[in-house]
């Protein structure tokens, strides 16, 4: 029997990398766009970077679930962090030849590395008892403020390392690109302030979290994992190695799957949206820059208060009131261009994902256990990816049909439909577990 102090020990160690794995991410989607637009020399290309690595993620979530199952945790999640410094490490190299489609590999590696890195707060859940849960996945979400705080700050800095290093650009024109895409995709002339400083940066945290992780990643987190497997009425009997249909169809487990996917549908298609929406608006870059901080804020900056009040008053009640204030978030945002209902609106919208987010990834940690677990979590990351991409891609054609205020109230019918799948699921368990 390990004493929790183990489990506080081991939520620092993923915590810490986490931390670090966020900062590295966002540092380089800083400036993603901008390498892609120079590199395959036109606007079409700018977002292709960003869109290899969501899909990337969602095709390789499944697969790290199982991954995980089969070879520990400390061993899942430290091979997510080496894909993502090898992911780096291409990126440098992309930068540096010119190459284009070298970028767009190195962003496939970047996101397989997140696809692994995402499972980290079910390992977290697994190290706590039932009524702690919450919290402690709320605790390691909260990692992604570090990230989005320090993240952009990393760019200057990374310059500077890879000047020192002498891994970065020089003043001038490019070195023609090699790869098979140069001959309808040209390369830009010069470099128009194009930096190897994100990648390099990124590189030497993403090699740094890998380290953290294999030596002190320990003992490993699933042997503790079985002395807090507390899995509720309807999962009691089922031996790891079940059907994953047959676990999808659990009532509790298609509730927090669905909670996730459509909390991060409605939140991906208002959000990416948003910054067009204002520069349409006259709003300046400060002003926008802003609103999407108070929106990130609202996403990650509560996640302990959140986890709290989901472990005091119950996974169901606190995915209701992320259904109300995704609502409120899609009633609000489109009233008015003027700032304060933008702020207020986008704030909202991160909270109510916080709030839907967190409770269904603390049910479903508290639904399963073992390789069961870690399955049916990499298939559930695996859905949320491809909704989140199928949601950045949707708003565009929705904002050039009606504007923001169709794709709000887009957004706010899937927040309605939460609500009512919400309370049907939660009637059929509850009835599930009575027999």
Known sequence: MYPLRVSHRLLLTIFITQSLFSASQISIITLH?????????????????????????????????????????????????????MGAFLGIVAVLNGSFLLLLISA??????????????FVVGELYPIDKRAQMIGRVVFA???????????????????????????PGPILA?????????????????????????????YCLATLISILFLRPEPAVIAKQYSEPIAVERGKRNGAGLMELLRLPNVQLAILSMLICQTVMTTLMTITPWHMHQSDHGNSV???????????MFGLSAVTGYLIDRYGRIPMMVVGGL???ASTIIA??????????????????????????????????????????VAGFNDTLVAFCAGLGTL????????????????????????????????????????AT
Request: charged residues 5%; proline residues 4%; glycine residues 16%.
């Open 33 to 85: 766009s901008i390498a892609a637009g120079i590199l395959g020399g036109g606007d079409s290309t700018a977002g292709m970077p960003t869109t290899v690595v969501t899909f990337s993620t969602a095709l390789t979530a499944y697969f790290f679930g199982i991954y995980l199952g089969r070879f520990g945790r400390r061993i899942g999640l430290t091979t997510s962090y080496a894909l993502g410094a």
């Open 108 to 121: 496939a590696g970047i996101g397989m590395g997140r696809a692994g890195s995402q499972m980290s707060r």
């Open 144 to 170: 992604g403020t570090i990230g989005a705080i320090f993240g952009p700050a990393l760019i200057e800095p990374g310059t500077r390392m890879a000047a020192f290093l002498r891994v970065d650009l020089p």
């Open 177 to 205: 690109s090699s790869d098979l895409l140069s001959s309808f995709m040209p390369v830009a002339n010069f470099n128009q302030g194009l930096t190897t400083g994100p990648w390099v940066i990124a590189c030497a945290l």
């Open 288 to 298: 926008v820059s802003l609103v999407i901080s108070a929106h990130v804020f609202g």
């Open 325 to 327: 204030t995704l609502v």
């Open 334 to 375: 489109p009233l008015s261009t003027q700032l304060p209902y933008l702020l207020a609106g986008l704030f909202l919208l991160g909270l109510g994902w916080n709030f839907g987010y967190i409770a269904g990834s603390s049910m479903l940690a508290d639904a399963l256990s073992g390789s069961n677990r870690t399955r």
């Open 394 to 433: 949707s708003s565009g054609f929705l904002y050039g049909l009606g504007g923001f205020l169709l794709v709000s109230i887009g957004g706010g019918a899937l927040a309605l439909v939460l609500l009512a799948l919400v309370r049907q699921l939660s009637t059929k368990q509850i009835s599930l577990q």
